[in-house]
């Protein structure tokens, strides 16, 4: 039910306020939250002291807001998410430590890569994933595997849409993408060569649950031209790690 002039439900209002935190903006004023959320001054200001009142949201020294305790205990709470990140934790450890590069697990979200985890050492090169951030599903390596084994629907959706370049090497026309696609189902992995960063590689391997079903991508990002191959036997190490602690039998 609509609950505001604009049309906004309540739950509207409230996730506009919750999206302005980033992982790069993890502070704020309420002043700013108001004006990124889009919302009235009046309605944004309630809102986070309602938030705030309930745990979500918390103020630090300077009066500035930061998500809350509470918001993070209760999004943890019987998360598939964080099943799956504790079941791919130990493996992902031991891909680092034998590769030494950027080690990430990455899900399928509303359309794009939502990383869960990243493990980094002193000699990891450059590499512009964060924790609880987003890429692009055509550019990434991760969200390349995503999308190779994602729903017709999804595929057909993201290949109807505009596909915006990073670099100049990311795959941003239609018919190269599906080919790119057909190539990581038949390979079992995927490689994006500068298509985030041109000093980088992606690598990413499909990791299934008990059910068959692709779940997650594990990736490790090399210098761009870095030998993959023993990346990949890493990966698909890993892979088949998580993949047992999931209950998936060989």
């Known amino acids: 039910m609509a609950n505001s002039p604009t049309g906004d439900s309540v739950t509207d209002r409230l996730v506009r306020v919750l999206e302005t935190f980033t992982p790069s903006r993890t502070v704020q004023t309420a002043a700013e939250i108001g004006r990124r959320s889009g919302l009235p001054r009046s309605s944004a200001h309630r809102i986070v002291g309602e938030l705030i009142d309930a745990g979500l949201l918390e103020r ?3 009066r500035r ?3 809350g305790m509470r918001l993070w205990e209760l999004a943890t709470r019987s998360s598939q998410a964080l099943r799956l990140r504790q079941a791919a934790l130990p493996a992902m450890e031991r891909v680092q430590a034998r590769i030494r590069e950027h080690t990430q697990l990455a ?3 509303q359309d794009e890569a939502l990383f869960l985890e990243r ?4 000699t990891s090169g450059s590499n512009v994933t964060r924790i609880a951030g987003r890429l692009p599903l055509h550019a990434s390596s991760s969200g390349l595997v995503l ?3 994602g729903t017709r629907d999804l595929q057909e959706r993201m290949l109807a849409g505009r596909l915006p370049r990073l670099t100049a090497e990311t795959i941003a026309d ?6 790119k696609l057909a190539e990581v189902r038949t390979l ?6 500068g298509s985030i960063e041109l ?3 992606g690598v990413a391997v499909p990791v299934r649950d008990e059910t068959g079903t692709v779940v997650a991508a594990l990736s490790v990002v090399l210098p761009r031209d870095a030998p993959t191959a023993a990346a990949l036997d890493e990966l698909h190490r890993g892979r088949r790690e998580i993949e047992r602690t999931l209950g998936v039998r060989s």
């Open 199 to 201: 000093v980088s590689t």
């Open 107 to 109: 899900v399928l979200e």
């Open 188 to 193: 079992g992995h995927a490689v994006a060569q």
């Open 60 to 62: 630090d020294d300077d």
């Open 119 to 122: 493990l980094s050492g002193p």
């Open 174 to 179: 239609p018919t190269a993408l599906r080919r």
């Open 65 to 67: 807001i930061r998500i």
């Open 147 to 149: 999308l190779a084994y």
